[in-house]
């Protein structure tokens, strides 16, 4: 019922968004070289946009001149811009996109804070300075779901208005600490007392079967056109959405048995492990989704009152927790050569995760005991028998199968 008055607004918007798209094209350099790999002939096109800091003030007098609603959009306008033409690149360099200007299709309006204002169970939206458009929600299906939640920036769109909401989340410290190190069938995972081991292999090998099966789709597909199109599509879905369901089970399952925790996380790029891995490694990788475990542990964990930490994986499986010695070559076993520290080699990593997420640094040269690692420490045998951490660590392992989440 408030399409009138949306309708100004986005075609003012529309404007101003299409002043700054042509007056950051008209600065946007394109350069193509060609670049000779074997016999062939490759053309590989660079993009370069103009810096915002240096052209955004001339940028916002230009829009000033044209602007009639308030001037926070036009700050708003400069930075939808920017984002079209970023997405631009990313795809013309990559050889998916024209390289002609991109066009506006629909235009939406994300409001940002300072251009609304809040009152009981409606907002009210600056459009002009003095004139506003009032959105209600205190008689709608959902006003008891949303009570006493907080509203984000609504997204007016020509005949919709999306309002999220946002629950107000407590802050708490953090009383424990895991450590998780990321592998193809499982997550091991260090809390300063024990190992635990959590079972992948069911997720695993969903991916597994749905790749046979996308396989066979792909070949009907390549023969029935249309149809091939929309039976292959309608599979990438349903295995999306039971990656996802597995996905989100585990988590609230681990975030039930670890409330009020601090994880630790690799940052993985599986774009460089592919580099060093052969065909059948590869294969493996891919059916992996360590990124996604770990992006839906990010957002729930503040549900439990937890976070979460990436930290930086190099040598995390090679180096030695107890002086900081790096091997060159590990098993399945890593053995230190210097202080004779034994672990399994996934075990040895989350444990490193976890000293690298309480600040320890990994000093090559230096011999150092790590304090605070109890369970580790490394008795050794009469007469310079092998060290007992690996029987030790052992014992401490636990292993959760969460192969039956209903």
């Known amino acids: 019922n408030k399409r009138e008055e949306t309708k100004i607004l ?3 918007y529309r404007v101003l968004l299409q002043k700054a798209l042509d007056w950051l094209w008209e600065r946007t350099k394109v350069e193509r070289k060609e670049v000779k790999k074997g016999k062939k002939v490759l053309t590989k096109v660079k993009v370069k946009l103009p810096k915002k800091k240096e052209v955004n003030k001339v940028l916002r007098d230009e829009l000033e001149k044209i602007n009639v609603l308030a001037s926070h959009y036009v700050d708003k306008a400069i930075n939808d811009a920017y984002s079209i033409l970023r997405g631009w690149k990313r795809r013309a360099e990559k050889g998916q996109a024209s390289l002609r200007k991109p066009r506006l299709k629909k235009v939406y309006v994300r409001v940002k804070s300072t251009l609304r204002k809040v009152n009981g169970g409606s907002v009210r939206i600056t459009v002009r300075p003095y004139e506003y458009v009032t959105f209600s929600w205190s008689h709608k299906w959902f006003s008891k779901r949303v009570k006493g939640l907080e509203l984000g ?11 999220p909401f946002r629950y107000r989340l407590p802050w708490f410290t953090p009383l424990d600490f895991l450590a998780i190190d990321s592998n193809l069938y499982t997550l091991d995972a260090y809390d300063g007392e024990k190992f635990v081991t959590f079972s992948l292999k069911e997720l695993y090998s969903l991916k597994y079967g749905v790749e046979l099966k996308r396989g066979r789709i792909q070949r009907f597909a ?3 056109g249309r149809k091939g199109k929309e ?5 990438s879905h349903r295995e999306r959405n039971r990656v ?8 609230n399952s681990l975030l039930e048995m670890y409330p009020l925790t601090m994880f630790a996380v690799e940052k993985l790029n599986r774009q460089e492990m592919f580099k060093d891995a052969n065909d059948s490694l590869s294969k493996k990788i891919s059916r992996t989704v360590w990124r996604t475990i770990h992006r839906v542990l990010k957002y729930r964990a503040p549900l439990y009152g937890s976070f979460l930490k990436e930290v930086n994986p190099y040598h995390t499986s090679k180096s030695c927790p107890r002086c900081g010695w790096v091997s060159r070559k590990v098993g399945r076993t890593f053995r230190c050569v210097r202080c004779g ?4 080699r ?20 230096t011999p150092r005991v790590w304090v605070g690692v109890i369970p580790l420490k490394g008795r050794r045998g009469m007469n310079g028998a092998m060290p007992r951490d690996s ?3 052992q014992r401490l392992r636990i292993g959760y199968k969460f192969m039956k989440i209903q």
């Open 10 to 12: 986005l075609e003012n």
């Open 341 to 344: 520290f034994t672990l399994d």
């Open 231 to 235: 039976l292959l599509r309608k599979y």
């Open 222 to 224: 390549s023969k029935h």
């Open 346 to 365: 996934q075990l040895n990593a989350s444990l490193n995760i976890y000293l690298k997420m309480c600040g320890f640094p990994h000093i090559r040269d």
């Open 391 to 393: 029987v030790e660590a």
């Open 153 to 163: 920036e609504p997204i007016i769109k020509e005949d919709k208005v999306y309002l």
């Open 244 to 251: 996802l369901d597995y996905i989100h089970k585990f988590v």
